[in-house]
């Protein structure tokens, strides 16, 4: 009888022991899922040069109002794919789809087209060129017109300035203002605001930006065949050079990450801020553009 009674309050040891690890392991999962809520209050995001100011001014905005910290990098479209494909970033930006870019496994990821940038070449102002057909543009670039002269400006040695291949804002432009022509070699930069300062201070050069970075006189926009790079233009289609300004995730967005994704696509930012960095709403064009680049009237 005493060996039966010493079994039970054995067992019943073991059960509040049991009991107390459980509970233990309960703390635990709490304390996890606050570490979570923790990681959450900040996302980063790669990519894009020509998207940066967008989507920086977006989260400089966005974090004034939220507790939470949103980390805005540059470095290309190429490097926004690769690093939200690898999760090295909540956010990859990109100018071009993730289909155009080898070595991206676009199926894993999901496109949220936040706005449309036009993009158009940078020119010096000395050079005395403010307009270009395109077939002049194309010799340009790949270097069979060599000086200003020789399409009504300055007589002055045309420099290039490019950027590199991993750029987005250089895939637009060869695809839709080089009609896919390969440019002949110059000084390559990574970065617009660098491709922007080179132009400016080099008598002669010659690149390619987003819209949202002519912001003064310092470096002239390119009219390509008398048409104006300007939002009417480029939102009806007579302009051709522009792109979709895409925010990438690997899968669904968490929670913050679509939080903020639908903060960029709030009235404050596409009724507003677009306009003031240089954007257009996406929902305000008029063609639409697919990852072969075929265009068709909305």
């Given at each position: 009888m005493k060996k039966a009674k010493s079994i039970g309050i054995s067992l019943f040891l073991m059960l509040v022991v049991l009991l107390l690890s459980a509970c233990g392991n309960g703390d635990a999962s709490e304390e996890d899922n606050e570490d979570s809520k923790e990681i959450q209050k900040s996302i980063t995001i790669s990519g894009s040069s020509a998207m940066q100011p967008l989507v920086a001014a977006a989260a400089a905005q966005y974090m004034e109002e939220f507790d939470k910290d949103i980390i805005v990098n540059a470095g290309g479209s190429g490097t926004g794919l690769s690093e939200v494909s690898d999760g090295t970033v909540n956010i990859g930006n990109s100018d071009v789809f993730a289909e155009e870019k080898e070595g991206i496994t676009a199926n894993e990821l999901i496109d949220h087209k936040v706005a449309v940038v036009g993009i158009t070449?940078?020119?010096?102002?000395?050079?005395?060129?403010?307009n270009l057909s395109k077939e002049d543009l194309i010799k340009v670039f790949t270097g069979e017109i060599k000086n200003w002269a020789d399409v009504g400006g300055e007589d002055q040695e045309i420099v290039l300035v490019n950027r590199p291949?991993?750029?987005?804002t250089r895939d637009t432009f060869v695809?839709?203002?080089?009609?896919?022509?390969?440019?002949?070699?110059?000084?390559?930069?990574?970065?617009?605001?660098?491709?922007?300062?080179?132009v400016q201070e080099t008598p002669g050069a010659i690149g390619y930006l987003a819209l949202s970075y002519f912001n003064d006189d310092s470096v002239i926009p390119l009219s390509i065949d008398n048409i104006e790079a300007t939002d009417e233009n480029i939102q009806s289609g007579e302009f051709?050079?522009?792109?979709?300004?895409?925010?990438?995730?690997k899968g669904e967005p968490t929670e913050l990450e679509k939080e903020f994704l639908d903060y960029m696509m709030s009235d404050d930012v596409q009724n507003t801020l677009l306009a003031e960095q240089g954007y257009i709403s996406a929902t305000k064009m008029e063609v639409e553009r697919d990852a072969k680049g075929n265009e068709t009237v909305k």
């Amino acid at each position: 009888m005493k060996k039966a009674k010493s079994i039970g309050i054995s067992l019943f040891l073991m059960l509040v022991v049991l009991l107390l690890s459980a509970c233990g392991n309960g703390d635990a999962s709490e304390e996890d899922n606050e570490d979570s809520k923790e990681i959450q209050k900040s996302i980063t995001i790669s990519g894009s040069s020509a998207m940066q100011p967008l989507v920086a001014a977006a989260a400089a905005q966005y974090m004034e109002e939220f507790d939470k910290d949103i980390i805005v990098n540059a470095g290309g479209s190429g490097t926004g794919l690769s690093e939200v494909s690898d999760g090295t970033v909540n956010i990859g930006n990109s100018d071009v789809f993730a289909e155009e870019k080898e070595g991206i496994t676009a199926n894993e990821l999901i496109d949220h087209k936040v706005a449309v940038v036009g993009i158009t070449g940078a020119i010096n102002p000395e050079a005395g060129v403010e307009n270009l057909s395109k077939e002049d543009l194309i010799k340009v670039f790949t270097g069979e017109i060599k000086n200003w002269a020789d399409v009504g400006g300055e007589d002055q040695e045309i420099v290039l300035v490019n950027r590199p291949d991993s750029s987005g804002t250089r895939d637009t432009f060869v695809n839709h203002a080089l009609d896919g022509a390969t440019p002949t070699e110059g000084i390559t930069e990574d970065s617009s605001n660098t491709v922007r300062k080179i132009v400016q201070e080099t008598p002669g050069a010659i690149g390619y930006l987003a819209l949202s970075y002519f912001n003064d006189d310092s470096v002239i926009p390119l009219s390509i065949d008398n048409i104006e790079a300007t939002d009417e233009n480029i939102q009806s289609g007579e302009f051709p050079i522009w792109a979709y300004q895409h925010s990438y995730t690997k899968g669904e967005p968490t929670e913050l990450e679509k939080e903020f994704l639908d903060y960029m696509m709030s009235d404050d930012v596409q009724n507003t801020l677009l306009a003031e960095q240089g954007y257009i709403s996406a929902t305000k064009m008029e063609v639409e553009r697919d990852a072969k680049g075929n265009e068709t009237v909305k």
